[in-house]
């Protein structure tokens, strides 16, 4: 347990958490709505700093992040806890469960105790080139991660957030000096965000616009979701919105499979992928990646300007690099020089 980075003592007793967006404010005792972070004797406390419920070693391709330093690994970690509700979440083992025992909080807070000069150690032991803060929502355990990423800064490791974004204007300028890139979700619009998540979708917004403005590199994914998230309104406005920040920016529209509390809803077929990916080129898009789907084509990364093909991805692993092998340094394509944007 450690107190909080980010809140703030009312006048009445309470106190208030300006972490992420929800800006819960919390009597004696009770918890935020990430259910792992607790008022106690007028301070809040993260209930999850060093409690690592688990690491992994990964490809930096499953993030995804095909554009920042391809065909590296990444150490993964994560804590339990998330401040959304996500129906159709795909690691609801982590992100929910202190929320399945509201009533005993004895129990909730699992995970082996780590320093972060433990998780730099690993990584570096490990021959990673980053850390991503990843599975459940990073923004909940930022104690950690961000101690951790300074300890990495200086042992010339990257740090790298998995994120819904869903953030305050405090708690992303507090990180974005010691973060590298950052994979944001871009779920839908504000009704999807309200009915499916527990959320909103501006504060999203800002989150990448922020991130991108600052300097970290931004990709974005959207899980498309059919009958929530797949019409052409929906997708025009996520590829528009995106185009706003920078026409740089990848996105990743990937495929949704039935899930914890969306048993409901079928794969998303392969024919709405490649029409939201047409509809993200369209809006002027230089990179738009299928997800979770392979042997289609639209894992790899051509060149904008003359199409050459430069990276070559099966599922998460890259199989060729054209851009490493030509300029490891400025990534530009080899046959007409146009500068291909990211971290190589």
Not at 59 to 81: D, Y
Not at 138 to 160: M, W, Y
Request: some cysteine; proline content about 5%; glycine content about 6%.
């Amino acid at each position: 347990m450690k107190e909080a980075y980010l809140y703030k003592k009312l006048h009445d007793g309470k106190v208030e958490c300006f972490l992420c967006a929800h800006r819960c404010v919390l009597t004696e005792g009770k918890r935020g709505i990430c259910g792992v972070r607790e008022h106690r004797d007028s301070t809040l406390y993260s209930l999850v700093y060093g409690k690592l419920a688990t690491a992994h070693i990964d490809p930096i391709e499953k993030k995804p992040l095909f554009h920042f330093h391809p065909a590296s690994t990444t150490f993964s970690i994560a804590t339990v806890g998330c401040n959304f509700k996500c129906l159709h979440c795909q690691n609801s083992d982590l992100s929910q469960y202190p929320k399945s025992y509201k009533s005993d909080f004895s129990i909730v807070i699992t995970g082996s105790v780590s320093d972060p000069s433990d998780v730099v150690d690993a990584a570096l032991k490990a021959g990673c080139q980053s850390i991503s803060y990843t599975y459940s929502e990073p923004t909940i355990f930022f104690e950690f991660a961000i101690d951790c990423a300074k300890s990495a800064r200086q042992k010339g490791l990257k740090n790298v957030f998995v994120s819904n974004g869903f953030m305050t204007h405090e708690s992303a300028q507090e990180i974005i000096p010691y973060l590298d890139a950052n994979n944001i979700d871009l779920k839908g619009d504000d009704e999807f965000y309200r009915k499916v998540c527990g959320g909103r979708v501006e504060p999203v917004k800002d989150t990448i616009r922020l991130m991108a403005e600052a300097g970290v590199w931004v990709e974005v994914t959207t899980l498309v979701i059919p009958g929530h998230n797949d019409s052409e309104p929906v997708l025009r406005s996520i590829a528009d919105f995106i185009r706003s920040v920078s026409p740089s920016i990848p996105w990743h529209v990937s495929q949704f499979h039935p899930t914890y509390n969306m048993m409901d809803r079928p794969w998303t077929p392969i024919e709405t992928l490649k029409i939201a990916r047409q509809i993200g080129l369209e809006a002027g898009l230089k990179y738009v990646y299928l997800g979770n789907v392979y042997g289609e084509g639209a894992e790899d990364t051509w060149c904008p300007s003359c199409k050459t093909s430069l990276i070559k991805r099966h599922g998460f692993f890259v199989s060729s690099n054209v851009i490493l092998k030509n300029d490891q340094s400025n990534g530009v394509c080899p046959k007409c020089t146009a500068k291909i944007d990211g971290v190589w």
